[in-house]
T-cell receptor, first 111, second 119 residues
Framework: QKEVEQDPGPLSVPEGAIVSLNCTYS??????FMWYRQYSRKGPELLMY????GNKEDGRFTAQVDKSSKYISLFIRDSQPSDSATYLC???????????FGTGTRLLVSP | EPEVTQTPSHQVTQMGQEVILRCVPI?????FYWYRQILGQKVEFLVS????????KSEIFDDQFSVERPDGSNFTLKIRSTKLEDSAMYFC?????????????????FGPGTRLTVL
């Protein structure tokens, strides 16, 4: 079983749609959860960060962590064509520094 | 806004040659990292560096790799004898502290990457 699993997509939605992106993971010891956005041939850009379980909202973005199900989500409201990118989930074990990434989901938002 | 910078943006080298990839982390950050991303694959951790020593490394980071902070601003990754399979995007990242207790200021910020092509 892969440590972090993420559907590679592509996920195609019309502008204004609500987007749901998800990751599952196998190691229940993960404590820190991030979502990064990566445009083609660029570095990952931090979008959201959550510690342990719960929800976090920042503008159009909401991150959710369900540790009991080992499942994390990123919701994007009122999606824009500029949101078209690859979205990477990443997580870290308590006491470590190594970010463990999912493969990324490619999102395409059409005008 | 402060950012991590990397040079060169693209490096082409012959198999067996040594390459040095350079990074300038965000100025008040204390922890430094290298990751790589082979085309079409996920981002993989290579090494973390704090207080002039390696604090964590992956199984990918074998004896052909080394890291150094030669001065107060640069952080370098050296690959001694490049192989075809070293072709990838190499990302440098930095953080102010290591993650503890949930402060988002301790998360890792990435540079734009160096694309390494080994022929």
């Amino acid at each position: 079983q892969k440590e972090v699993e993420q559907d590679p997509g592509p996920l195609s939605v019309p502008e204004g749609a609500i987007v749901s992106l998800n990751c599952t993971y196998s190691n229940s010891a993960f404590q820190y959860f991030m979502w990064y956005r990566q445009y083609s041939r660029k570095g990952p850009e931090l979008l959201m960060y959550t510690y342990s379980s719960g929800n976090k909202e920042d503008g159009r973005f909401t991150a959710q962590v369900d540790k009991s199900s080992k499942y994390i989500s990123l919701f994007i409201r009122d999606s824009q064509p500029s949101d078209s990118a690859t979205y990477l989930c990443a997580m870290i074990l308590e006491g470590f520094q190594k970010l463990v990434f999912g493969t990324g989901t490619r999102l395409l938002v059409s005008p | 806004e402060p950012e991590v910078t990397q040079t060169p943006s693209h490096q082409v080298t012959q198999m067996g040659q040594e390459v040095i990839l350079r990074c300038v982390p965000i100025s008040n950050h204390l922890y430094f990292y290298w990751y790589r991303q082979i085309l079409g694959q996920k981002v993989e951790f290579l090494v973390s560096f704090y207080n002039n020593e390696i604090s964590e490394k992956s199984e990918i980071f074998d004896d052909q790799f080394s890291v150094e902070r030669p001065d107060g601003s640069n952080f370098t990754l050296k690959i001694r004898s490049t192989k075809l399979e070293d072709s990838a995007m190499y990302f440098c990242a930095s953080s102010e502290y290591r993650l503890a207790g949930g402060s988002s200021t301790d998360t890792q910020y990435f540079g734009p990457g160096t694309r390494l092509t080994v022929l």
